[in-house]
C-alpha cells in the first residue's frame, strides 16, 4: 500500500507529467501541416493524407507495443515505464524537427510508436494510489490536465510557428526531455515489490483483455459502441488543422488558438462537470446518449460550416459531448466484478488504439480525396460526415441496449 503522502506526491507530480507531456504533443500541432509540405513539395490535401498515414504508423506500432510495455509495468514497476515513454517522445520530437526526409519522420514516429504514450502508465498509477471512491475523481483530473496542456501546447505551437515550421517540433523535444528529467528526479514508484507478478508474454498481446470480456455479453455491447464514438473522435486530430486552412485560411496562429479553446471546454468539463451534469441527466445511460446524439450534430456543424465563427459555435458542444466517454466507461464498469476492472480498461486501451489505426487513413483520404482528387464535388467537410455517420450508429446501438444487471463483485 502506498502512503498517503507518497500518493499525494505521486498524483501532484503525475498531473505535472501529463499537462507537460500534453503541451508538447499541442506545440506541434499547428504547424504539421507546412512542415509536410516542406518535406513532400504537396499541397495542403496531399499532406493530409501523408499525416494520416504517419498517424498509422505510430498506432499500429503503440497498438502491439502497448500491451507489451503494460506487462512491463506489473513486473518492473510503474516509474521506469513512464520515465521510457517520455524519453522516447523526446527523441521523437528532436527527430521530427531535423528530419531532413519524409522517412525520418515514419522512423520517428514508430520509435514513438514502440514507447506508447504517458497516459497509461499515468492511469495505472492513478489506479496504484486511489482509494475506489476516489478513483473517478482522480481520473477527472488527469483529463483536466490534459486539457490544460491542450490550451497551453497548440497556443504556443502557434506563435512558434512563426520562427518555422520546425522550431515547434524542437521545443517539444527539449520540453518531453526536461519532462523525462522532472519524472526521474519527482517520481515516486508506487507499485510495491510484493505486488508484481512475473512477466507472461501470452497475456502481453494487445487483444488478450478483449477476448476475456466475452463473459459479459452486454459490455462487449458497450464496448462497441465505445469503439465508434473513439473513432468518430479522431476525425478531429487528424484533419483539424488541414480542414480549417483549407476552408477557412485559418493561419497556423488562427488553429492553435481554435485547439486551446477546445482545451479550455475539455478541462472544464472534465474537471467538473462530469461530477454535476451525469446525476441530474438521469445517470450514465442518459448522458451518454445525450453526448452521442449532440456529437452527431458537432460534426455536422463543423462539416457545413461556412464561416470560422461556426466552428467555435460548434466547439461549445464540447460541454455535452464530453459526457460521452467517461459515462459509457462508467455503464461498463458497474457491469463486471471487480476483479475483471483491469482487463475492462485493458480492452478499451486496445480499441482506443484500434481506433487511431483505422481513424487517420479513413479520415485524411477523404479530406484529401473531395479536397483536391477526383472527387466529383468539393467538400473538405466530408470527413466529418462520415464521423457523425459512426456516431449515429453508437446512438442506435445504445437506444437499442437493454440494460442488465450489473455482476457481482
Known amino acids: ?27 506541434t500541432l499547428p504547424v504539421m501541416p507546412e512542415l509536410l509540405r516542406d ?19 505510430f498506432a499500429l506500432t503503440s497498438f502491439f507495443c502497448a500491451p507489451l510495455l503494460g506487462n512491463l509495468s506489473d513486473r518492473f514497476g510503474r516509474r521506469p515505464v513512464l520515465l521510457f515513454s517520455l524519453l522516447a517522445f523526446g527523441l521523437d520530437y528532436l527527430v521530427m524537427g531535423f528530419a531532413p526526409t519524409l522517412g525520418w ?26 482509494p475506489p471512491e476516489k478513483r473517478a475523481q482522480n ?26 515550421p520546425r522550431a515547434p517540433f524542437i521545443i517539444a523535444g527539449v520540453l518531453a526531455l526536461c519532462n523525462f528529467l522532472f519524472g526521474y528526479f519527482a517520481l515516486p514508484e508506487t507499485l510495491a515489490v510484493e505486488a508484481r507478478r512475473p512477466f507472461d508474454w501470452s497475456r502481453a498481446n494487445p487483444l488478450g483483455t478483449l477476448q476475456q470480456m466475452r463473459h459479459f455479453p452486454f459490455v462487449l455491447r458497450l464496448l462497441l459502441i465505445t469503439f465508434l464514438w473513439q473513432l468518430a473522435m479522431e476525425v478531429l486530430p487528424t484533419t483539424w488543422a488541414f480542414y480549417t486552412m483549407l476552408k477557412f485560411d485559418w493561419s497556423e496562429v488562427a488553429v492553435g488558438y481554435s485547439l486551446a479553446f477546445v482545451g479550455v471546454i ?33 460534426f455536422l456543424g463543423y462539416a457545413f460550416s461556412s464561416t470560422g465563427w461556426m466552428i467555435y459555435a ?35 486501451a486496445s480499441l482506443y488504439s484500434l481506433s487511431i489505426i483505422i481513424g487517420p487513413p479513413l479520415f485524411s483520404s477523404t479530406l484529401g480525396y473531395f479536397s483536391g482528387g477526383p472527387a466529383p464535388i468539393y467538400f473538405p467537410g466530408a470527413a466529418f460526415v462520415v464521423a457523425a455517420l459512426l456516431a449515429a450508429c453508437g446512438v442506435a446501438l445504445l437506444a437499442a441496449a437493454r440494460e442488465t444487471p450489473a455482476s457481482a463483485s
Open 39 to 57: 518535406l513532400t513539395g504537396k499541397g495542403l490535401a496531399q499532406a493530409a493524407i501523408v499525416n494520416g498515414w504517419l498517424t498509422f504508423a
Open 266 to 298: 475539455m478541462a472544464i468539463t472534465q474537471g467538473g462537470l462530469t461530477r454535476v451534469l451525469i446525476p441530474r441527466l438521469g445517470g450514465e445511460r442518459n448522458s451518454a446518449l445525450l453526448g452521442l446524439f449532440v456529437g452527431v450534430l458537432s
Open 105 to 130: 519522420l515514419f522512423a520517428g514516429r514508430i520509435v514513438a510508436g514502440v514507447a506508447g504514450a504517458s497516459y497509461t502508465p499515468a492511469y495505472a498509477y492513478i489506479a496504484d494510489i486511489s
Open 314 to 348: 460548434c466547439m461549445l458542444t464540447y460541454f455535452i459531448v464530453g459526457l460521452t466517454y467517461p459515462s459509457l466507461n462508467a455503464l461498463m464498469s458497474r457491469r463486471i466484478p471487480a476483479s475483471a476492472q483491469g482487463e475492462l480498461q485493458g480492452g478499451v
Open 139 to 164: 481520473f477527472g483530473l488527469v483529463g483536466a490536465a490534459f486539457g490544460l496542456g491542450f490550451i497551453a501546447g497548440p497556443a504556443i505551437g502557434g506563435l512558434l510557428g512563426e520562427l518555422g
Open 1 to 27: 500500500m502506498t502512503p498517503p503522502q507518497a500518493g499525494r506526491k505521486a498524483i501532484v507530480v503525475v498531473l505535472l507529467t501529463v499537462f507537460i507531456d500534453t503541451t508538447g504533443f499541442g506545440i
